[in-house]
């Protein structure tokens, strides 16, 4: 398990005051300026729904639990990944867990997620923009 906190300093306290530092299976960060590495290798990422972290995660292939969801600003990008078979919002702490635990005991749940992300996945899409918006000057 990798637990990146990022710049949410008050996670970060939380994770180091915690008992997570002494299990051996479980590396703690605050922020990392390499977190693309961390997503190569993860199986699945617990994330707040922002539109740059949905479009990292769908190009890595990595699908998403999503938590403490803004609403109006993050609610299309929960609604259009669960739609599209890459999301699952949860509510609490409890969801989380059984989220997880359902799909590490249905390995093949997550590997249809991970072919979901590759079909709706647009790693080009800023290459495509430009070329879109030269052609039309």
């Known amino acids: 398990?990798?637990?990146?906190a990022g710049r949410d300093k008050v996670l970060e306290k939380k994770i180091s005051s915690s008992d997570l530092k002494k299990d051996k299976s479980i590396r703690t960060?605050?922020?990392v300026d390499n977190l693309e590495e961390y997503m190569t290798v993860a199986d699945l990422i617990l994330t707040k729904a922002g539109g740059l972290t949905v479009s990292e995660c769908l190009v890595k292939n990595l699908p998403m639990i999503f938590n403490n969801v803004i609403p109006i600003q993050e609610d299309d990008n929960v609604e259009y990944s669960e739609k599209n078979g890459v999301g699952v919002k949860v509510n609490n702490v409890k969801e989380t867990v059984e989220i997880i635990d359902r799909l590490f005991a249905h390995?093949?749940?997550?590997?249809?997620?991970?072919?979901?992300?590759?079909?709706?996945?647009?790693?080009?899409?800023?290459?495509?923009?430009?070329?879109f918006v030269v052609s039309k000057i």
Request: hydrophobic share 50%; with cysteine; charged share 30%.
């Open 1 to 4: 398990l990798i637990v990146v």
């Open 29 to 31: 960060f605050g922020f």
């Open 107 to 131: 390995p093949d749940k997550i590997v249809k997620m991970k072919d979901n992300c590759k079909k709706i996945a647009k790693p080009n899409a800023a290459i495509e923009l430009v070329d």
